[in-house]
């Protein structure tokens, strides 16, 4: 009902213009793309991740339009995911309304542009985490439809990541070789979640679904290379960096305008690695507004 309310005011004051609207997903870096298994519509497949992964929805579209819509999980997926966080990008306009929704059925945010001034590129990007064991499936609905245009299809499986650092590495390899070969691995706690076929023990099974995900994260932590902001680390950002070349005294929060990576107070030649790692990569802007869940 509150959505039927809210669509008739919004019909009330804007004209519907339809844009060419579209999603792309990264990892939490927002700038390694991740990629689908199968992008045929209505569903979007995505190759399996782990629980406690961290995933960025970017909505975006190449028509200069006014849009309004939702990203929601709905119904029983709303056991398996959720979506934490929505900002918005220049490109979606000043006058941008946005809000996160939960009731009975959807859990995500509700979307607009500026009715006037949306342009083409990044509008919105909505953080997603995948909390527990199972298939989630994450709508984009435009114009306040109770269907969705299409859906992102995500399966999550049991972490490997066993210490909670955010990365599956010989820590977690350590874990997994201490329960080796235990029996009696009940839930919930499943000898240290090392037991991940749940079979009660931990063996030669469980050791080859750890290395399937060898050296994984779950979440980026990663300062930008994208100094000057424009979605795309390039010359320009290497100019950046170039001017500090050997400054010390960097210092937080703007570590001589982010160029120090390692946070080390001075750029050299660790940061200069660091910066290559992602060179020509892109990434969505730096300045957005966001609001939590």
């Known amino acids: 009902m509150k959505k039927l309310i809210l669509l008739i005011i919004i019909l009330g004051v804007a004209p519907i213009v339809i844009g060419e609207v579209s999603t ?8 390694t793309p991740f990629q689908p298994l199968d992008a045929n519509l209505p569903v979007i497949e995505y190759p399996d991740i782990m629980v406690g ?6 909505i975006s579209s ?3 339009d006014y849009w309004v819509g939702d990203l929601f999980i709905a119904g029983e997926n709303r056991d398996y995911g959720v979506l934490t966080k929505a900002c918005y990008f220049d490109a979606a306009g000043e006058g941008v309304f946005f809000y996160p929704w939960e009731d009975d059925f959807y859990q995500g945010f509700s979307l607009e542009t500026d009715v006037r001034n949306a342009v083409a590129g ?9 909390t527990h064991i199972g298939d989630c499936n994450v709508g984009l609905y435009e114009w306040f439809s109770f269907v969705p245009t299409y859906e992102l299809s995500f399966t999550h499986v049991p972490t490997r990541n066993f210490n909670d650092d955010n990365r599956v590495d010989f ?8 329960h080796w070969q235990e029996t009696g691995c009940s839930d919930p706690n499943r000898c240290e979640g090392t037991d991940l076929d749940t079979d009660n023990d931990v063996d030669a099974n469980d050791l080859k679904l750890f290395t399937e995900y060898w050296l994984k994260r779950t979440e980026y932590k990663v300062r930008p290379r994208n100094f000057n902001c424009d979605t795309r680390v390039d010359f320009i950002d290497f100019a950046v960096l ?10 937080n929060p703007d570590w001589c ?3 120090d990576l390692d946070t080390d107070n001075d750029v050299d030649v660790n940061d200069l690695k660091l910066f290559t790692e992602y060179w020509l990569k892109s990434s969505v802007a730096c300045e957005s507004q966001c609001i939590p869940k």
Request: charge should be negative.
């Open 62 to 64: 190449d028509a200069n």
């Open 24 to 31: 792309r997903v990264y990892l939490a870096d927002c700038s």
């Open 242 to 251: 170039a001017s500090y070349w050997h400054v010390t005294k960097c210092k």
């Open 122 to 130: 990044d509008w919105f990007v909505v953080d997603y985490n995948a």
């Open 53 to 58: 992964t961290k995933l960025t929805i970017i």
């Open 171 to 178: 820590v977690d390899f350590a874990m997994l070789a201490w």
């Open 257 to 259: 305008e982010g160029t």
